[in-house]
């Protein structure tokens, strides 16, 4: 399959894209007339860099045999107040019940990810935007 992604109007605001694994995404929004009936485009990148991070991290953790459950990002932001509004902070906090023995093995695991493998963190840094991290273990 080639590498494009196609975006198609299917409502007012409402598009679905299909990329080259051929799972589409629905996205839409409030906008005027739009009928909110979908992830925002915007919102959607964060749900790329949770994706990204998270299965890299989930991966890594695997494969160091960590004992883990519950495992959630909660992601917060800020953006610019003037257009094009882009996000200028964003933080990601790695939340999981673990135990504390292996701590240092979870934040070599997400270190890992936002460090070498993630490629949406690096873009977004690349990008100017202010990317921060931590974990808690619950």
Not at 89 to 114: F, G, P
């Amino acid at each position: 399959m080639e590498n494009k992604v196609i975006v198609k109007n299917v409502d007012i605001y409402r598009l679905i894209g299909l990329g080259p694994s051929g799972h589409s995404v629905v996205m839409d929004s409030n906008y005027q007339n739009g009928t909110n009936s979908a992830v925002w485009p915007m919102e959607l990148l964060l749900h790329s860099l949770g994706g990204c991070t998270g299965i890299d991290v989930l991966s890594i953790m695997n494969k160091m045999q960590v004992r883990y459950s519950n495992f959630e990002i909660e992601i917060t932001y800020k953006k610019a107040p003037e257009h094009p509004k882009v996000y200028t902070d964003i933080h990601l906090k790695y939340r999981m019940h673990a135990s504390e023995n292996d701590r240092t093995k979870i934040e070599k695991a997400v270190n890992l990810s936002q460090d070498k493998y993630c490629s949406v963190s690096a873009m977004l840094k690349n990008g100017g935007v202010n990317l921060t991290y931590e974990v808690e273990l619950l």
